[in-house]
């Protein structure tokens, strides 16, 4: 299958920034889209920003002050977040869509979720 292994989390104060990063490995085809969520204590998992080819989309809440980037050669996603809030504090995942070999070999679909990585903002 296709892993994901995020890191850059970590605690930092209101107002400063941090920079997510997750790498994808395995016997990967083409990924079709990548991006970051977010599940902060007792709340549900919610999107924070895709990149689909050359479109990204972005949470309402982080507009402005996140941004997601792709180097698809190294099939990596970036998340910059910037003036950083203790509201967004959770643990942030990366996901990924796309096609890999499988075994027998031949192509098959996947969507495959990082370990999780955890943001604390401090006010």
């Known amino acids: 299958q296709v892993q994901l292994v995020e890191s850059g989390g970590g605690l930092v104060q209101a107002g400063r920034s941090l920079r997510l990063s997750c790498a994808a490995s395995?016997?990967?085809?083409?990924?079709?889209?990548m991006g970051w969520y977010r599940q902060a204590p007792g709340k549900q998992r919610e999107l924070v920003a895709t990149t689909r080819g050359g479109s990204t989309n972005y949470a309402d809440s982080v507009k402005g002050r996140f941004t997601i980037s792709r180097d698809t050669a190294k099939n990596a996603v970036y998340l910059q977040m910037n003036s950083l809030k203790p509201e967004d504090t959770a643990v942030y995942y990366c996901?990924?869509?796309?096609?890999?070999?499988?075994?027998?070999?031949?192509?098959?679909?996947?969507?495959?979720w990082g370990q999780g990585t955890q943001v604390t903002v401090s006010s």
């Open positions: 996901n990924a869509e796309g096609v890999y070999l499988t075994q027998i070999p031949s192509p098959a679909g996947f969507s495959s």
């Open positions: 395995g016997r990967i085809l083409s990924i079709n889209v």
